[in-house]
């Protein structure tokens, strides 16, 4: 063999390696391309629970951005009332679904306030018009559902 064809393998050879190498990754396509993963859900603290709902109008639209305050109940005897304090008692807004996620929440009795409790705010009822009281016990996620308030009516 002469030394030209000698090079010339070689150097056949040497490209098939590099272009070998060069090969394209294997990169989802559209047929196999995984869906994101979501972001986690927030949690509570050890020994606190997550309460979540959703806010809708009468007519079943959601109500974005707007406060949900759980006021605690406060007992004496068969008697209650609830205390809403807007600087220590738990809530949050309502994202652009309605949608409201309250962290760091003692198990315990409140009642729900919707709304702005220094001007507009609604506090869910029962049907006879008694504020009603939910007993949130001491799970990881407490799912209030979905509460219809009429008085913001957006």
Known sequence: ?????????????????IFGACESPNYPTEETSVPPTPPPFPTSEPNKITVIGKVVSSSGQPVP??????AEVVRQGDEG?????SRSSPGAYTDING?????NVNAGEYV???GDPEALYEIIAEPSGKARVWNIPPTQIFDIGELK??????
């Open 112 to 114: 729900i306030v919707v």
């Open 99 to 103: 949608v409201f996620v309250i962290l």
């Open 149 to 154: 308030v009429t008085l913001l009516g957006r």
């Open 1 to 17: 063999m002469k030394s030209g064809s000698l090079i010339r393998i070689t150097i056949c050879f040497f490209l098939m390696i």
């Open 81 to 85: 009332v609830y205390v809403l304090d």
């Open 65 to 70: 951005q707007v406060p949900v305050w759980l």
